[in-house]
């Protein structure tokens, strides 16, 4: 009887949150899969037809979709190995007991509570082409003009400005992960490779690596994932211009939804980068897992 | 005596039921429109003045941040009620409403001094779906040049009186952008001849102005919208060489505010947007620094115009009140100069423009209004924009010529549903 109260219990207690997940995720998860099978105009359609397939077959005949898909893993590509490289080089400098850590600690951390929208209207003006700072620093203070660019309107330079201010925005918090990291591996392992000759570049290939490999997986599935689906600073700073240089995944997606009302279509594509999502960590999961110990 | 009291009740209680159903009802009118509409136009005023012919009527204000089709979509599908009066961005966002059956049309009200023929007929065409008139035009605008007179002066483009000759064609004009072009020793464009606004906003509305005034058209000889006439060409072209040579800047391609900053800061000489930016640069540079030029033979053939637009929807609480406010305080001649003087926004009327023309800005708008015409409704609207802008903007930066530009627009835009 006690037992058969105390499951009683249990589902009371967790039924709260089944139906909050239920209403806010499962069933917009489910409707979402449907629609995607369908065509649907959310003007101009009463409801929704199934159509199969359709979509799914259009996407890859869609040449805006695949310059979308092409620009959001050149995105990935660039962002991904650069975000591991410096915030793991600046969480190896902070995890330094050297004078001032904490005072910088504070400055890599503050982007972190910046909105992305904000900071894109910022850096759009940093990076304006006649009165941005950065183009005025490069002409008049450092001599080299010839550096200067129209940075977001350039196809060479616009998707790389927006990796810039991404790596800006999430740098931090992946130095905080690295940082706990680095703090939870024993302060004796190094005592004892000091000990027995090892140098600082041995030190850190031998055992700080191998140590951060939890660290080094959560944040290669958060970036990757981050980099997916970036959004914020390409709406705010170039709405996928200049021309389509910038357009990426998830402003296709929002376009198809919200600006043309082709809500089967734009679920395709919602799914489409849900399910590359998903596959991309699955495998970085299974690369880079930690050993049993 | 009873009976006496019971009928001395009675009358009392009659009169008191009659009183109270002939007392003036208060009635409320709602609006509502983009937070920036609200600090920008006397919308209190007006109200005001409606209340001392209407005392009965209280108004409420609702502002809203980024107006989108869809929550009202929404909200009025459901028969909720938001407000009796939306002010929004554009008519074709009126389409989308009225595919739906969600708007009351106003030909019940355009009679005597409100008749159609009273209107601009370029803003009440952008305002008319299946021959009906479904918003009432506000804040609309023209595309023309905006251009420095004292610059055209230094250059010898300005006649005996020191207004600017306008170019005839579109040779002309490229020759007016070399002589108002300024390069330093390294050959950097220090003041651009012309800054274009070429912005996902503006852009079909840019490239269509051109089409108009070169042609007196939009529509090819097919009757499609014009993307293969040899003007469209000639009007790629002379773009993408304005962009080569340094003569016009590419400021719009990042942000649609680029051209008139580029006018206020004094980095370039001619704008090519719409007309009402004549009063915002002139309040930076000296309005006497500034004229309206037409695009070459847009006197002779007119250009494109938009306008934002005042809904009522079917969940309107007072339709009658609602009509009423919008003709006659928001299409009233003071509100109309109001926003010609501040902002140089028209309304749909054309006495309130005629009634300006001793003004050279106006007198000059008034004379292109004649042959402007407003873009068609079309069910891919919002695709066409995306795919002409992303076209045009991809010759910009020298991707492609103008002749891959106009193949590349008919061929996506080959599927689209242009019609309404």
Known sequence: MSKKI?????????????????????????????????????????????????????????????????????????????????????????????????????????????????????????????????????????????????????????????????????????????????????????????????????????????????????????????????????????????????LVLYLYAWKNAFVYFDMGYAQTIALFIGALAFIISVIFNLVLKPERK | MFKKYMIILLVIGLLGISMTALAVEKKELKITAEAWYFNKYPLEKAAELFIKDHPEVTFIWSKAGDFEVAPLMLAWSRDNYIADIAIVA??????????????????????????????LKGFLDDCTIDGKVYAIPTDAEIMTLVARKDYATEAGLTDENGNIIPPRTLNDFYNYLKKLTIKDE?????????????????????????????????????????????????????????????????????????????????????????????????????????????????????????????MIPKTAQNEELAKAFVLEQLNADWFAHYLMDNWGKLLGMKRQVESRTDIPIWKTVSEILEKTVSLPHMVDHARLVDIVTTEIQNMLKLEQTPEETLAGIRQKSSKLNLIN
């Open chain 1, 6 to 246: 105390s499951t009683l219990t249990s589902w009371l207690f967790i039924t709260p949150s089944l139906l909050i997940i239920g209403t806010f995720l499962l069933y917009p998860l489910v409707s979402s899969i449907y629609l995607s099978f369908t065509n649907y105009n959310f003007v101009y359609s009463n409801k929704p037809e199934f159509t199969g397939f359709e979509n799914f077959k259009n996407l890859f005949s869609d040449s805006y979709f695949i310059i979308a898909l092409r620009n959001t893993f050149y995105y990935t590509l660039v962002f991904f190995p650069l975000i591991i490289l410096f915030s793991f080089l600046l969480a190896l400098l902070l995890n330094s007991k050297t004078k001032g850590t904490g005072f910088f600690q504070s400055t890599i951390l503050l982007p972190i509570v910046v909105p992305l929208s904000l900071a894109g209207v910022m850096f759009t003006w940093i990076l304006a082409k006649d009165f941005g700072i950065l183009n005025y620093l490069l002409d008049n203070i450092l001599k080299l003009p010839q550096l200067t660019h129209f940075w977001l309107a350039e196809k060479e330079t616009a998707l790389n400005s927006l990796v810039a201010v991404g790596l800006w925005k999430y740098v931090g918090f992946c130095v905080i992960l690295f940082l706990s990291g680095l703090k939870s591996i024993p302060g004796d392992i190094y005592e004892s490779a000091k000990v027995d000759g090892a140098n600082p570049l041995q030190r850190l290939i031998y055992i700080t690596i191998p140590n951060l490999r939890s660290s080094f997986l959560l944040v290669a599935i958060w970036s990757i994932i981050q980099a997916i689906k970036v959004y914020d600073q390409v709406v705010v700073m170039t709405k996928g211009g200049p021309g389509d240089s910038t």
């Open chain 2, 90 to 119: 554009t008519p074709s966002e009126a389409v989308s409403f009225q595919a739906k059956g969600l708007l009351v049309d106003f030909e019940d009200v355009l009679k005597g001094e409100y008749a159609k023929d009273k209107w």
């Open chain 2, 186 to 310: 390294s050959g950097k464009t220090v003041r651009y001849g012309m800054d274009v606004n070429w912005s996902n906003e503006y852009m079909i509305y840019t490239y269509f102005s051109g089409i108009q005034a070169l042609r007196g058209t939009i529509y090819d000889e097919d009757n499609n919208l014009d993307f293969s006439s040899k003007e469209a060409l000639e009007l790629l072209s002379f773009w993408q060489r304005g962009v080569k040579e340094g003569l016009i800047s590419t400021s719009s391609l990042v942000d649609h505010s680029g051209p008139r900053n580029s006018m206020k800061s004094g980095l370039a000489a001619v704008m090519w947007e719409d007309h009402a930016r004549v009063i915002e640069i002139g309040t930076v540079v000296g309005q006497d620094k500034l004229q309206i030029v037409p695009i070459p033979d847009a006197l002779t053939n007119g250009t494109v115009s938009y306008c934002m637009s005042l």
